[in-house]
Every structure is written in structure tokens, then in C-alpha cells.
């Protein structure tokens, strides 16, 4: 484990770092390297003179020479390797320029540059990050997770590589999202970096071309599955609760059926949270309620037509069915305001191998036997769209340009302020543009989208597209369970934190801005999520801090940001 120790001074409050490690493997240690800030005190002290230009900088001067780097390059991939090499330097320049220039990097280093980085992890490998547990080494769960480099951990993100993005299974290539997960953890909600741990879970892969690649670095094997596949996930887990009581656990980036198994396994064991199936969900919630202010209705009035029915799919479909009945409806009536269409078209009662999560919203098999389709006795989307008439379609289907023009026009052409949501990533996934939206829909359509894209202008006007972002959620919930130790993520926890999202919309000021803040926002954002959480963990005798009488000053207390402390040679 890394070698350091932050002091509190109990005269003056300064924190300071102390560490043994000196010379070389100080200014090799990216977590503690402070590069040419180190002072000449520190210089002498630590065995550095020499190593380093006579200057003594800043951060801040640090920083401007970063983005000076940073600028040089043309490509955003060739962006994303530099800020990747920065972080592999220097943690504390990299934070500091990353929140000093969101709007521009966070997309470089997340969606939807990142999905690029994880299609070529092993060619473009350089320095290992977190811990990767291999099937073969099951037996050794313990030594793995002892090996860490951070002896204290809050928050684990950890993923097996089966669902990337909207990339499907990149195998080894996976632990790149957890990499990047918890850089926005850090730079959106003050997460103490040093306190966190991404975890490669190598269950093989089933992608051909990583197996067939002389490169690749995973272990080279097809998926395991079953019951090899959870006993497996039963070691981790186990050991994870032995070795880090009271740590939350962040679920990325699974197989569509074992991401909701995963995830109803263990949230009342281990404080869990799926970002997929719940942040999706609740980011996109806290979407369509600020589109439904803005249009003028109400969530009950709508009708929802859920094109993709995987995780994401399912996730977002169960949190906006609990908003229906929190609003008043049975479970029964707020189930039947759902049109969840497969890869094989609507789902139905007839619909071959159901899952349990699927079968709660397929439709009566009866019910399409009247409709004029395409293709008799199977509804595909331009079909249900002219059959329903739905208020609201949702896309995370990974299908490009899916919402087509003559889908979009038969959908206005029966509603007023359609409320479109092309969410699927990468942005050549996107089921369709803001300006073809627009354009078809006349500047009427209420647009969120997965990946970022340029405000859009349309018969004189400037229209921002709110970009459903869970970087905007996940942090703040995150920050919220860490700041009164909560047991376990509750669904009204949840609701909370939709509640709070949406209430922090801009169009709910200006009828002309966008559904969801930008996300140079996320970090006054994710302390308004944090707050909500955690004051409804409260309420529910979720939080184990022994004093919860002021929350915000807890959320407050474990805030970290970028600076340089003063160090001290531990000689013990």
C-alpha cells in the first residue's frame, strides 16, 4: 500500500502529508507527486535536489502549463491519452485542471470519448490502475484486494466489461469506465480520490476479436457464466465486506441480465448502487419532470414508449413507473403506460424467453392483433409510434439514427411538445440529432440526449440541449451515502435525488434553456443531490454517523479538492 499518513495539526488545523518514500519513487507516486511545487525545504528533506528545475511553482502555474499541453493536441482521443498520462504524473495538477475546464475535458475523459479508449486498452497500455481479478485467480480474492495502493477506501466502482457503453463487451478493455467513473466522482462531488478503487472483474470475454488479438491482455477465455459466473461474484463481494465494512459499492458496466441480478443480489448486503440500471434512471427522470413542467401536462398524462430494453432500458422504466405511482397511480394503471420495444420489436406477452424485468411492462399479445403493421402480427417502433401515439420516447437502444424523420413527424403530428430522448452513446449511437429533432418537429420537441451536442439554432433562436448526463447524478448520490455512512441505497433515496435534479432544471426559470444543467454545473448540482440523499437516509434510520443534526456540514467534512499539502519524512 502507498506509504502516507495526512496529520491534523491540533494547534493550528493545518493538514500536512507525511510519507517515507523519497527520491525517485516520491516523484513517481502520481497520488503524492507534487513535482516542481515541491518546496526547497522539501527538496532537501526528501532527497530531491537536483531531480527537479531549480523553479519552485504553484499549482496554478503548474496548471496553465498543463493546459498549454493539453491545447497542443488536435484530436480528442489524443486529448483524452494526455490528461490519462497527467493523471498517471501528477493527481493533484490533473483535478485542478479538469474542474478549472469541465465543460471542455470531462467529455475527453468520459462519455463519449472513453468508449474510444476502451476499444484499444491493451494496444495503448502504459501504466496498470486499480485491481484486476481474474477468474483463474478467484482463490486469491484476498491478496488481490490487500494489494491496493490506498489503505482507507470509501467507494469501489467495479465492472466484468460485458455491457460497455453502447459497445457491448470490450472485456480487459472495461476497467477504463471504473478508471473514469471515479475521476468524475472526484472532480463533480469533492470525492477524496485517495479514497477510492476501481475494480476490473475478468470474467473472460465473448468479443472474437479481443480472443483472436495477440495484444490483448485479458484472460483468454469465453464468459463464464451461471453458476461459475455468481459463485464468483459471491467471493468478491464476500471479501469486499470483510476487507472494507461500510464501503459503497458501485456497479458498472455488467451483462443486461447480470447487471439487475448483480444488483438485487446484494443491495440490501452491501450498500450498492448500479449506475446503469439507477443513475440512468434517475438522471433521465429528473429529464422527463422538467420537460413535463415545461409542456405544460402532467407525468400521469403521458405515454412512454421505451425503445431499448436492457439495462439502461429497464432502469429507466422502473424509475418513471415509481414516479407515476408516487403520483398516485396503481402499480397496475402506471405499468400500462409503458411500450418497451426489443431488438424483435414490442414486447408482448408472446415475446420468446421473458425476463422477470422485461414481463412486468410486455404488453397483451392481443393488443397489437387490431393494429396495422408493417409486418403482421409484430409491432416495430414506426408501428407503435403510429398505434400509441405516445407523449414521450425514450431511446437508449444503441441504434444510430433510429428515430427517423417520418417517426418523429407521426409522433408531433398528435402531440403538442413531444418529449424525445435520444440517450444511447456513443454520439454515432445516438437514435438522432437535436437539429433533425428540431427541424421535424418544428423547434416544438423537448430534447435530452446521451451524448453532449452543440446548441442548435432554429428560425432565429438558440436551443441548448440538456445532455442526460449521469455524471450528474451518481457523484452527488455517492456523496450523499459517504457522508452518513447510509446501510443501503433505498428507492426513496432515489426519488430524492430525482426530485432535487429536477428542481435544479433551468427551463423551470427560462422556458427557452435547457432540460438539465450543464455539466460545468456538477459540482453545486451533485451537493444538492448529496443533501437530498442524505437527508432522506436520515428519515429512514439508514445513516450509521452517530451526530446527523447538520448535514451539510457532514457533506462538507469529506469534500476534497485539488491543493498541495506540506510534507513531513516519516522516520518511524
Not at 498517471?88 to 475546464?101: P, Q
Not at 439514427?401 to 411538445?417: D, G, L, P
Request: aromatic share 8%; with cysteine.
Amino acid at each position: 500500500m502507498l506509504d502516507f499518513e495526512i496529520v491534523k495539526n491540533p494547534k493550528t488545523g493545518e493538514m500536512t502529508m507525511k510519507t517515507s518514500l523519497s527520491g525517485k519513487a516520491l516523484l513517481t507516486s502520481p497520488q503524492l507527486n507534487k513535482g516542481t511545487a515541491f518546496t526547497n525545504e522539501e527538496r532537501h528533506q526528501f532527497g530531491l535536489l537536483g531531480k527537479l528545475p531549480a523553479a519552485v511553482e504553484t499549482l496554478s502555474e503548474q496548471t496553465m502549463r498543463a493546459f498549454l499541453q493539453y491545447s497542443a493536441f488536435t484530436t480528442d482521443i489524443q486529448k483524452s491519452i494526455y490528461l490519462r498520462t497527467l493523471h498517471e504524473t501528477n493527481e493533484t495538477v490533473f483535478y485542478k485542471l479538469v474542474i478549472d475546464h469541465m465543460k471542455e475535458m470531462i467529455p475527453v475523459l468520459y462519455t463519449p470519448i472513453v468508449g474510444t479508449a476502451v476499444k484499444t486498452h491493451s494496444t495503448e497500455f502504459r501504466r496498470p490502475r486499480g485491481l484486476y481479478i481474474s477468474y483463474p485467480d478467484r482463490e486469491y480474492i484476498r491478496e488481490i484486494l490487500s494489494n491496493r495502493t490506498h489503505p482507507e477506501i470509501d467507494v469501489i466502482v467495479v465492472t466484468d466489461g460485458e455491457g460497455v457503453l453502447g459497445i457491448g463487451d470490450q472485456g480487459i478493455g472495461g476497467i477504463d469506465i471504473p478508471i473514469a467513473k471515479l475521476m468524475v466522482y472526484s472532480i463533480a462531488a469533492g470525492i477524496n480520490p485517495l479514497r477510492t478503487l476501481p475494480i476490473m472483474l475478468d470474467t473472460g470475454t465473448n468479443n472474437q476479436v479481443l480472443l483472436d488479438d495477440p495484444l490483448y491482455l485479458g484472460w483468454r477465455h469465453n464468459r463464464i457464466a451461471g453458476k461459475e459466473y455468481d459463485d464468483f461474484i459471491r467471493m468478491f463481494v464476500e471479501e469486499v465486506k470483510k476487507q472494507f465494512p461500510g464501503v459503497y459499492l458501485h456497479w458498472e458496466d455488467f451483462g443486461r441480465d447480470n447487471a439487475q441480478r448483480n444488483l438485487n443480489t446484494y443491495r440490501n448486503e452491501i450498500c450498492s448502487f448500479n449506475d446503469d440500471i439507477q443513475g440512468t434512471g434517475v438522471v433521465t427522470l429528473a429529464a422527463m419532470l422538467a420537460a413535463v413542467h415545461a409542456s405544460g401536462s402532467s407525468i400521469k398524462d403521458q405515454r412512454f414508449v421505451i425503445f431499448g430494453a436492457g439495462s439502461a432500458g429497464i432502469g429507466i422504466t422502473h424509475q418513471i413507473c415509481d414516479a407515476l405511482i408516487r403520483n398516485g397511480m396503481s402499480e397496475q394503471e402506471a405499468r400500462s403506460r409503458f411500450w418497451l420495444i426489443s431488438s424483435n420489436g414490442l414486447i408482448t406477452t408472446d415475446s420468446p424467453a421473458l425476463s422477470a424485468e422485461r414481463a412486468m411492462y410486455a404488453r397483451d399479445a392481443a393488443e397489437i392483433k387490431s393494429w396495422k403493421t408493417a409486418v403482421p402480427g409484430v409491432a416495430h417502433l414506426e408501428d407503435v409510434i403510429n398505434n400509441v401515439k405516445p407523449t414521450a420516447l425514450i431511446g437508449c437502444s444503441t441504434v444510430g439514427s433510429a428515430f427517423t424523420e417520418s417517426i418523429v413527424k407521426a409522433m408531433a403530428s398528435h402531440c403538442e411538445r413531444p418529449i424525445i430522448f435520444p440517450l444511447s452513446n456513443p454520439t454515432e449511437r445516438s437514435e438522432a440529432t437535436p437539429a433533425d429533432l428540431i427541424e421535424w418537429t418544428q423547434g416544438k420537441a423537448l430534447i435530452a440526449t446521451g451524448s453532449p451536442f452543440a446548441p442548435v439554432s432554429f428560425q432565429g433562436k438558440t436551443i441548448p440541449i440538456g445532455q442526460c448526463n449521469n455524471a450528474l447524478v451518481y457523484p452527488g448520490i455517492g456523496l450523499g451515502i459517504m457522508a452518513v455512512k447510509a446501510k443501503r441505497l433505498s428507492d426513496d433515496m432515489l426519488w430524492a435525488a430525482c426530485e432535487a435534479a429536477a428542481q435544479f432544471s433551468p427551463i423551470l426559470k427560462n422556458p427557452d434553456a435547457a432540460l438539465l444543467p450543464p455539466i460545468e454545473d456538477a459540482r453545486p448540482f451533485s451537493n444538492v443531490i448529496a443533501l437530498a440523499v442524505a437527508t432522506q437516509a436520515v428519515k429512514e434510520g439508514l445513516a450509521t454517523v452517530p451526530d446527523t443534526s447538520n448535514l451539510s456540514a457532514l457533506i462538507d467534512a469529506i469534500k476534497w479538492e485539488p491543493k498541495y499539502l506540506r510534507y513531513h519524512l516519516d522516520i518511524a
